[in-house]
């Protein structure tokens, strides 16, 4: 377990820096980011632990082997030079991850079909027997990256998205990514907030995932501890002693992190059916005692209904329509939080992410720090605002000037 290993872990764009900051406090080293990446070098054990601990990757991915494919057929014949059946059983089940084209090989899925074919002819040569292709839950995923003509074949650690913990089971409509809502409170100063036993509240919390990273930080609550399986979980390089130390370890981490945070998390938001959908996730996380939720209208908001009586953050992700009329309807929604604030948030801190910053603008209170962000393909914003006396007082005399 302690020989030194190479290891990519993918994320969404424009996080790599801060997933290169976790990755270092996890204890990689030699680091490097690249576009929606970081490399780095580490054992198996450093390898398990980023599976279960990333709030923010993707995907982990182990190096096998990086060459030349000038075609198709010395795609194939550099893969048959990895011994297959040191990671995968004759009689297991994989799957071929393909990205990236070259002059030679202009189609991923031909590309997927000539290593699937190098892996499966070398295992029944070799046994007389063939691996299966299993889409949803193979035994090995494999992960081939080609970049012009130079090929990166990797195993994929992780299986399904890390981002996907397992306490989300309700389909809602463009729910926020969970490893991009941990992303948010990261640069919301969250991590700071929880520590001093600062209060949370979203008031346009929706299904509630950016409730639930915010409880599972500040109870040093591992995200991967939900997850049923990974893909190094059928894998014939996995180490079943020390992953299971490590989730041991995490376990009890996580004992001692509810113990020591007090706080309640608040979240609300005025459908019901959401808010209904909110309560079954925070159910499933196990975070019923931390976190309360509510239905009620932003421009009713008001730290008194929830009894908090210091200031806290305010971290919220809330719509963003992208046709006109959407908007039209939303300039509303963000004056009247932008009010409300003003009114009933004096001293405290505010995390807005939105993918129309322009509809920020409406809410009379200038950001003094913005993030840029992506939410799948569109370009996203996370501005911040400290809420001050000043701004109340200016509302209070009918000047509606932007601070």
Known sequence: MSMLKNFFVTCPKNLEGLLEQELISLGAGNTKQTIAGVKFTGDMTLAYRVCLWSRLANRVLLVLATFNAEDADSLYQEIQKIKWLHHLRAEGSLVVDFAGISPTIKNSHFGALKVKDAIVDQIRDATGKRPDVEKEEPDLRVNVYLY??????????SGDSLHRRGYRTCPGSAPLKENLAAAILYRSGWLEGAKSGKVLFDPMCGSGTILIEAAMIAQDYAPGLLRKSFGFSHWLGHDHVAWEKIQAEAKERHLKGAQNFKTIIYGSDVDPDIIAMAKIHISNAGLANTIRVAVDEVKEATPTKYKITQPGVIVTNPPYGKRLSEEESLTGLYSDFGLVLRKNFINWEVAMFTGNPDLGKTMGVR????????????????????????????????DKEQI
């Open 367 to 398: 950001a003094y720090k913005s993030y840029n962000f992506f939410n799948g393909t569109i370009p996203c914003k996370l501005l911040l605002f400290r809420i001050t006396p000043e701004m109340f007082w200016r509302e209070y005399k009918g």
């Open 148 to 157: 012009h003509e130079l090929a990166t074949v990797s195993i994929d650690l």
